[in-house]
């Protein structure tokens, strides 16, 4: 079953090798405080209950909120994020907190095919945005840039005087 790869900022998210990495560099975290970070991403941009997270990362444990709030400070550290300025991680006084940075999300089995040796010609490195659009693949398994084909399809019957319908 495929996971989803997670990418923000300068910074890659695997959950399926519990690996955090900014550029070529892992970082190492703890597993409560990847799991924080692995959940937040989840859900990029709403806001996550400290009791949701609680229940998420301790589940069955009567769990105090020191232990989540550890985590949440340990995250800001390796993101070198402030709670004042987030960047990232956004504090809801007195209710939770929220990813704030946008993420882009990916198939892990996507993701082995271009950085695999025969899928990597025409893509660009790892780590760039612009190999995330690269999603459609042809037949022979060659990669098209997904924008220039819609474009392409969309703008061709109105150069010929004709409606896009079919």
Request: some cysteine; glycine content about 8%.
């Amino acid at each position: 079953m495929a996971t989803r790869i997670y990418q923000f900022a300068s910074f890659e998210l695997d959950p399926s090798q519990a690996r955090l990495r900014k550029g070529s560099q892992f970082v190492p975290l703890r597993p409560k405080t990847f799991a924080l970070l692995e959940y937040l991403l989840a859900s990029a941009g709403r806001l996550v209950t400290r009791a949701d997270l609680i229940d998420a990362l301790w589940p069955g444990v009567n769990v105090g909120e020191e232990g989540l709030t550890t985590c949440v400070y340990e995250l800001r550290e390796v993101l070198n994020d402030k709670p004042r300025k987030p960047r990232f991680i956004e504090t809801v006084h007195r209710r939770g907190y929220r990813f704030v940075a946008p993420v882009a999300s990916i198939d892990s089995e996507v993701d082995a095919l271009l950085r695999s040796p025969g899928g990597s010609a025409n893509v660009p490195s790892p780590g760039s945005s612009a190999k995330r659009q690269l999603l459609l693949i042809s037949g022979d398994f060659s990669w098209v840039p997904l924008g220039n084909t819609l474009s392409d399809d969309l703008i061709a019957p109105l150069r010929n005087g004709r409606s896009g319908a079919r």
